[in-house]
């Protein structure tokens, strides 16, 4: 997804937990691509992540999440 340089200066390496798109229209869909992206590769998210994420989808009741596991 496209975004402006200055929202990619302000996410830098910040998960969900400190970082969602500024447009809320855009965070169902970064929210389900980071659990994804994190269950695809097998990747832990701590304490603060995980609330994150699940306040987040609370809000994405029409946002499947498909993955598509790694070899």
Avoid: F
């Amino acid at each position: 997804m496209a975004v402006s340089a200055a929202s990619n200066r302000l996410k830098a390496d910040r998960d969900p937990s400190t970082w969602l798109p500024p447009t809320v229209g855009y965070r169902c869909t970064s929210v389900t691509d980071w659990v994804a992206g994190q269950t695809r590769w097998g990747l832990s998210v701590d304490a603060a992540e995980q609330a994150a994420l699940t306040e987040s989808v609370s809000h994405c009741p029409n946002s499947p999440i498909t993955v598509t596991l790694a070899r």
